[in-house]
């Protein structure tokens, strides 16, 4: 859809909490008294919607896919300590459409990846020590370690199991 993804419940409580979420944080967008929760415009257009739709019908082939390339990963960096998944539960329908690790040394890991001409994306640092929210940095312990050390490689459907095969090979010789 253009817009990260659409979400389904059967939770009539959680589906009013997102549904104010997505208008501004506010229950009723025609009459708003009050704001109810933090929100944006999460709204799509009819477009979009129609995008959506057409998107459903290769759900299944896209899940197969990204659960594959993550069962790769595993397997194939199971022997690199210096590298670790951070788990997704596949029995419980999880769907690792990013394929998440940490590393102590990530900056090597970067670097030498992107030598290999394969991009890698760092986590994003921990939102606490952006100065507009700064705040006691001993609060947030593991999102400071997952800022730090988190890395996503390259993942999704639309990635091809010979290159996942290839980022596998070269991770192999970063940590020799």
């Not at 030598?115 to 001993?138: C, E, H, M, Q, T």
């Amino acid at each position: 859809t253009g817009q990260g993804g659409f979400v389904v419940t059967r939770d009539e409580e959680l589906s009013n909490k997102l549904r104010a979420i997505r208008t501004h944080g506010v229950e009723n967008v025609t009459n708003p008294k009050i704001w109810v929760r933090p929100g944006f415009n999460f709204r799509i257009t009819d477009i979009q919607a129609s995008i959506g739709l057409a998107q459903i019908s290769k759900i299944t082939k896209r899940i197969e896919k990204v659960r594959r390339i993550y069962s790769m990963y595993l397997d194939g960096l199971a022997s690199i300590s210096e590298i670790k998944a951070i788990p997704v539960s596949l029995e419980t329908g999880e769907v690792p459409i990013y394929n998440e690790f940490m590393c102590d040394d990530r900056e090597r890991l970067i670097q030498k990846l992107e030598s290999a001409r394969i991009g890698v994306r760092p986590f994003l640092p921990n939102l606490s020590l952006a100065d507009y929210l700064k705040g006691d940095d001993d609060q947030f312990p593991n999102s400071i370690r997952y800022g730090l050390h988190g890395v996503t490689l390259p993942s999704g459907p639309g990635q091809s199991i010979e290159s996942v095969k290839y980022v596998i090979d070269q991770l192999k010789t970063v940590f020799d």
